[in-house]
């Protein structure tokens, strides 16, 4: 596992100890508190701008006339990359203040809604070419809703992209931190960093699942898995990160595939 290097938008993280969490959930993934300084981050680190988003964009490849949903859309820096690609998008995210960001970057057209993931979708059945999850499912516990609306807005035989937390790394953190009995690579167990970014501090929690987990959920949903995908960082980073790349030229971070609508 790597961290988000890149010093002037670095985001550090700190695991959080179950027993610490606040049970009340508004006390975490509060994207709407920290909306301009994650995004800033985002734009420049190495693990989202350099690796995460090359990767899902590479897996997409020519979307040129494919009408697109980004689930999970962000402050909309994918949304932006795949439209300028020639797609025609739309976008989501459960963070009004994330979209707001995306609003500013798209303009006023855009299509951009704030939904949440794993409830009802307001798009019509059959609509979408392909769907990008980008680091978004492994907010959830339970992958079986959200699944099953993604393929409903899919055309049969589309596309869904995903990115998600690698689950070994989500391991292999706990076990560096001597903390390996509250994260089983087994289990579907939450856990909690906290993270600093922009002078600011935020709880983030998600949900590690292992491969076969993972696996099972997409089948169940009525998907054929194409792709599974460990890839490289972009070429570029070797230059805006040299430290970080000459000590792992290759890492864990997030695990990617591409699977299509039966």
Known sequence: MISSERQE????????????????????????????????????NLVNAYYER????????????????????????????????????????????????????LGDGADLQVADLGSLLPYADDTFDDVAASLVLHYLEDWGPALAELRRVLRPGGRLIVSVDHPFAVNLIHREAGR???????????????????????????????????????????FRITVISEPDPDPAARELFPEAIAAMPRFLCFLFFVLQAG
């Not at 508190?33 to 981050?41: D, G, Q, R, V």
């Open 180 to 222: 390996e009995a509250e994260c089983n690579y087994f289990d579907t167990t939450n856990w909690t960093v906290e993270w600093t970014v922009g002078g600011q501090t935020a709880l983030v929690s998600r949900w590690h699942r292992p491969l076969h987990a993972m696996i099972e959920a997409f089948i169940g949903a009525g």
């Open 54 to 105: 090359p990767a899902m964009l590479a897996l997409a490849g020519d979307v040129a006339g494919r009408r697109i949903l980004d689930a999970g859309c962000g402050s909309g820096a994918l949304f932006a990359a795949l439209r300028d690609r020639g797609a025609i998008v739309s976008g989501f995210d459960t963070s009004a203040g994330m979209v707001e960001l995306a609003r500013r970057r």
């Open 9 to 44: 938008h670095a985001i550090s993280t700190k695991l959080v100890s179950p027993s610490a969490v606040s049970v009340d959930p508004s006390k975490t993934n509060d994207y709407d508190s920290f909306a301009e300084a994650y995004t800033a981050a985002n734009e420049t």
